[in-house]
């Protein structure tokens, strides 16, 4: 299917597990994101990637690791879980131009207990 | 820090009224957009305002970019169930930047 998918759609871990939030995408965007999203914050940057192996740390990286092999995927991983990090993750995707306009995955929904 | 704050942060109406939702910062932005998420999906793209003083129309939303780009409204004309959602305006700093900065998001529901 053509677009931006995100797997799981929900997970629930245990804190202190390693757990990776996976992000495809079929456009061939050059740009990736990863957000999180929590009430009173709308969506706060965690990192994103301008091309295949190139990332850079968003507004709040901390406990957070990313990796880009390949232009379409762009997987996202908690190290060590932390109750903190319970939230809706979304990953999005852009060309560079057209004022950034973001294309949004589904989200995946965390729980860590 | 929160540079976009949006107001209010929840709006309950009935269905044929109009509102407005404003976004606003301290900051100047080269371009900002809007967008709507509804419930387990991701945010989709309204629009995106270019220019200070611009107006958009979009059916029966109309979006404008404040006179010295550091603010946007979004009103909505008629309000219709189907407008349920969250509202999030983006900012870009410079047209070539890597990032937007979201707002804090406006939360609308329309009840028939």
């Known amino acids: 299917d053509a677009g931006i998918t995100q797997s799981p759609r929900y997970k629930i871990t245990e804190t202190g597990r390693q757990v990776t939030l996976m992000c495809h995408q079929t456009?061939?965007?050059?740009?990736m994101f990863w957000y999180r999203q929590d009430l009173g914050h709308g969506l706060r940057l965690i990192y994103y990637?301008?091309?295949?192996?190139?990332?850079d740390k968003g507004e709040v990286p901390d406990g957070y690791v990313v990796s880009r092999s390949k232009t379409e995927n762009f997987p996202l991983t908690l190290e060590s879980a932390t109750r903190s990090q319970t939230s809706v993750y979304f990953c999005?995707?852009?060309?560079?131009?057209?004022?950034?306009?973001?294309?949004f995955g589904p989200g995946t929904r965390l729980t860590v207990l | 820090t929160q540079l976009l704050e949006q107001s209010p942060q929840f709006l309950s109406i009935q269905e044929g009224e109009n509102l407005t939702v404003y976004c606003n910062s301290s900051?100047?932005?080269?371009?900002l957009q809007w967008y709507r998420q509804e419930p387990g999906e991701g945010p989709v793209l309204l629009v995106t305002?270019?220019?200070?003083?611009e107006v958009k129309k979009l059916k029966r939303l109309t979006f404008q970019f404040g006179d010295a780009r550091k603010d946007s409204s979004l009103h909505i004309t008629a309000a219709q169930p189907g407008d349920t959602g969250l509202y999030l305006c983006?900012?870009?700093?410079?047209?070539?930047?890597?990032?937007?900065?979201f707002g804090t998001g406006t939360r609308l529901q329309v009840f028939p």
């Open positions: 999005a995707s852009t060309w560079r131009g057209n004022y950034n306009e973001q294309f």
């Open positions: 456009w061939s965007h050059s740009y």
């Open positions: 990637s301008a091309a295949a192996d190139i990332t």
């Open positions: 900051s100047v932005f080269s371009s």
């Open positions: 305002v270019v220019t200070g003083g």
């Open positions: 983006a900012g870009a700093k410079t047209y070539n930047t890597d990032k937007l900065i």
